[in-house]
């Protein structure tokens, strides 16, 4: 004998989020209903076998398979089953972006098949945040819902990320994020969208600051004693060399001007000095991308 299921209160009414409650309780979407008989006579304390397949239709209306689980579910004395279909954290955003749909199935019957008549609130409260947001976050492993941007693969479920990003999540460590488009405080560009700079320093000069040459350096060539000094015209008479002691005779030698007190134009550059990038002080973290 085949029987039916009276599906109460439009089940697909029931939220779909991680709840923001104890961990004690249960994500998911609640399924109630009175499972009858084809006389309608409700199936009182028995255990019924129910399918339950999430989906949405694609651009070209072909049925997408989000979740699908099988169950066995028993009714209470007054045939009343109840159940918390939980198509997991990282199916969540397929229907949130999507018009999607619940299936049930009790063998080859199908029992119902209707549009989730969700609270937009309720799927947008998944994590507070949109499919694409980036955050910071201090764990290790990502929580659900959520990858690490490590630019591992992205599971094949998370088509609406994988629509931005492409098959991996982007490569975040050791970057910092940067708003695209162009500042509207210097003019300069930022990175285009899903793109990245390479690091640099702003083109800039040095004043000499408190760099200079000494003056020291303020003589005159005045007579010594030398085995001989060449003549300069009007400057110099001539030397003769003492062959007793192989000292100079000076005679008349005259004296060059003093040179004065003067600098010297430096030439090279300065050392080396700092690390091999330019970076404030920062801290470490994981970021993480919505599913």
Not at 26 to 46: E, H, K, Y
Not at 67 to 74: D, G
Not at 82 to 91: F, G, L, Q, Y
Not at 248 to 262: E, K, R, V, Y
Request: glycine letters at 8%; charged letters at 15%; one cysteine or more.
């Amino acid at each position: 004998m085949k029987s039916k299921l009276l599906l109460i209160l439009c089940v697909f009414c029931a939220t779909i989020s991680n709840y923001a409650q104890s961990s004690a309780s249960q994500s998911g979407i609640a399924v109630q209903g009175i499972a009858r008989d084809a006389n309608n006579t409700a199936l009182t304390s028995q255990t019924i076998n129910l399918t339950f397949t999430f989906y949405y239709l694609d651009a070209s209306s072909i049925e997408q398979n989000i979740y699908k689980v099988s169950k066995n579910l028993t009714t209470d004395a007054f045939g009343v089953f109840s159940d918390v279909i939980d198509p997991t954290a990282v199916n969540n955003s397929l229907v949130a972006n999507n018009t999607a749909y619940l299936r049930i199935e009790k063998g080859t019957e199908v029992i119902s098949d209707e549009k989730l008549r969700h609270v937009p609130y309720a799927i947008s409260a998944n994590n507070g945040v949109p499919t694409g947001s980036i955050m910071p976050f201090i764990g290790t492993s990502a929580p659900e819902g959520w990858v690490l941007c490590n630019g591992a693969a992205l599971p094949s479920t998370a088509k609406a990320l994988i629509a931005m990003v492409g098959n991996n999540a982007p490569n975040l460590q050791g970057m910092f994020l940067r708003g695209t488009g162009t500042s509207p405080v210097n003019s300069q560009p930022g990175p285009a969208l899903k793109g990245t700079q390479q690091d640099s320093l702003e083109k800039h000069s040095h004043d000499k600051g408190t760099l200079a040459t000494d003056t020291a350096g303020n003589h005159n060539h005045k007579n010594g004693v030398y085995n001989q000094l060449l003549s300069m015209t009007g400057k110099f008479t001539a030397i003769q060399t003492d062959n007793n002691n192989d000292q100079p005779d000076l005679g008349t030698a005259g004296t060059i001007q003093d040179a004065g007190s003067h600098t010297h134009t430096i030439s090279g550059s300065t050392g080396d000095f700092g690390d091999l990038e330019t970076r404030p002080v920062n801290y470490g973290v994981n970021y993480i991308i919505k599913l």
